[in-house]
Nanobody, 122 residues
């Protein structure tokens, strides 16, 4: 069974930095897409950053220049380095994966982690 486990959330002051990590497990051969979404109170869930296996990335306009996504393809991990954090970045951040192959079978299915809370406040 595929699982995504996030780590690295917490409380940080405005202007600070945090690093979120996500590890995928479960007899995975490969993952096409990995990335991060977030859900803030009173707002819809939104894409933060996403990266394909071959490299193209997509960032929300609100985080461009402040957040950086990276992947370790061999280890099935994805990292979101966040800097210059703002109070409006406060949200639960979810790891996301799609296009997995497990034991030779391709799954066109979305997988989600349980989320990690990021709070940006004085």
């Amino acid at each position: 069974q595929v699982q995504l486990v996030e780590s690295g959330g917490g409380l940080v002051q405005p202007g600070g930095s945090l690093r979120l990590s996500c590890a995928a497990s479960g007899n995975i051969d490969s993952i096409n897409v990995m990335g991060w979404y977030r859900h803030a109170p009173g707002r819809e869930r939104e894409l933060v950053a996403i990266m394909t296996r071959v490299g193209p990335t997509n960032y929300a306009d609100s985080v461009k220049g402040r957040f950086t996504i990276s992947r370790d393809i061999a280890r099935n991990t994805v990292v979101l380095q966040m800097s210059s954090l703002k109070p409006e970045d406060t949200a639960v951040y979810y790891c996301y994966a799609n296009g997995l192959a497990t034991q030779g079978v391709f799954h066109n299915t979305e997988y989600w982690g349980k989320g990690t809370l990021v709070t940006v406040s004085l």
